[in-house]
């Protein structure tokens, strides 16, 4: 990968990380993410309707990436029910570039050098290393919110190889973007206006610049890693798209209060040496 694409993954791994800072201090996250996902498809109108229209070898896996991610909202909503959020989101999103590296050379012929394979599994170690210690006060709950993490990576693996060759085929990578936008946000955005009508309406008059101002980030965070997965080998770019959770643990530190501890110095070493394995490689 070019050093231009590495900059951009980490900023859309540092805008991933804010709008999940912004939705996590909320306690009904339906409701929060429905009112996120509702101004990112506000966003994506004007787009889709200036934008020429992608490929019609890209639609199916538009269609394929929406139902998909609507499979990961799922699981992940389930997670955070049943485990701690600074356990089971890392474990998530650590788990994920090592399936996307599997299906990348499955479905796409993408093959990997003996050491970039290494520093994706190295950094996604650290990754996942932030998910561990601590007490959890319900060992069923933390073991259903492991396997709701592991479903939760599953798919975030599944769009991640769906889109990086959807976009491949769109020859418009942006109104891919903005369209994904469209079939993602509808979805959830619907669900939570009818299961959670008032709550809804509430939050979205109590929390609107909030919800812009997540929808923003969400839209950047998830559009510049699909623009560099047309770009460059997927395991590669969703390895430092998950660096998101790191960042999310400095958030945590600098903003929240949050103790820095030897783990996350750990994690972040790691991360770092996977980085460094996978430009070498």
């Not at 429905?34 to 019609?56: D, E, H, K, Y």
């Not at 394929?64 to 474990?91: E, M, N, Q, T």
């Not at 959807?166 to 979805?187: F, K, M």
């Not at 643990?249 to 790691?270: E, M």
Request: charge should be positive.
């Amino acid at each position: 990968m070019s050093g231009e694409i590495v900059a951009l993954v980490l900023v859309a791994a540092l805008a991933h990380a804010s709008w999940n800072a912004l939705a996590k201090s909320d306690d009904d996250r339906l409701v929060t993410l429905g009112a996120i996902n509702a101004f990112r498809f506000l966003l994506c109108i004007p787009l889709v309707l200036a934008l020429p229209i992608p490929a019609r070898a890209s639609w199916p896996y538009l269609v394929i990436s929406a139902i998909l991610h609507i499979g990961y909202y799922i699981f992940l909503i389930r997670a955070y029910r049943f485990g701690d959020l600074s356990k089971v989101y890392p474990l998530a999103r650590g788990l994920s570039p090592l399936l996307v590296a599997v299906g990348a050379f499955v479905f796409a012929g993408e093959r990997l050098s003996a050491i970039a394979m290494a520093g994706v599994g190295i950094a996604c170690a650290g990754i996942a290393s932030l998910s561990m210690g601590g007490a959890q006060a319900h060992a069923g709950n933390h073991r259903r919110g492991v396997f709701f993490a592991a479903g939760a990576a599953l798919f975030i693996a599944g769009y991640t190889v769906t889109d990086a060759m959807g976009v491949r085929l769109s020859d418009a990578a942006v109104s891919y973007v903005a369209w994904l936008g469209i079939l993602n946000g509808l979805p959830l955005l619907l669900v939570a206006a009818v299961v959670r009508r008032g709550a809804f309406t509430r939050h979205l008059a109590a929390r609107a610049w909030k919800s812009a101002a997540g929808g923003l980030l969400q839209l950047s965070a998830y559009g510049l890693v699909v623009w560099a997965l047309a770009l460059a080998p997927m395991a590669a770019v969703s390895a430092l798209r998950e660096t998101s959770v790191l960042f999310a643990a400095i958030i945590g530190v600098k903003l929240l209060g949050d103790p820095l501890g030897t783990r996350r110095i750990l994690a972040a070493a790691l991360v770092a040496s996977g980085i460094m394995m996978m430009e070498w490689g």
